[in-house]
């Protein structure tokens, strides 16, 4: 699931980002166009409830693809993404549009 607030004040849009409940995992994180890939680089913080979260402030008026990595080897997605698109391993990375 995907939040969305614009900082008037930074000219930025912070994005939450909440994984599913459902993914049973002992850690998440969150990877994509904004961290050049980097599957270690935006641990989520795991929440009470199960899901996992993280919140960045991205450039507005832009579309950035992320995926999350699941224990450090399951690649999942946002079933809520703003859209999808292919990649080149036979799936489909999600969109955020800000």
């Not at 900082?7 to 850690?27: D, G, M």
């Not at 409830?49 to 946002?78: A, C, M, T």
Request: hydrophobic content about 40%.
């Amino acid at each position: 699931m995907l939040k969305k607030r614009f900082l008037k004040s930074k000219n930025l849009v912070q994005v939450t980002f909440y994984t599913a409940a459902a993914l049973s995992a002992s850690e998440v994180c969150l990877v994509g166009d904004f961290n050049d890939w980097d599957e270690t680089a935006t641990p989520m913080k795991a929440l009470k409830d199960g899901r996992f979260k993280i919140v960045l402030e991205l450039d507005p008026d832009s579309e950035f693809q992320f995926r999350y990595l699941v224990n450090g080897d399951e690649w999942h997605n946002d079933w809520e993404a703003d859209q999808y698109v292919p990649n080149p391993h036979g799936s489909d990375n999600c969109v955020v549009c800000t």
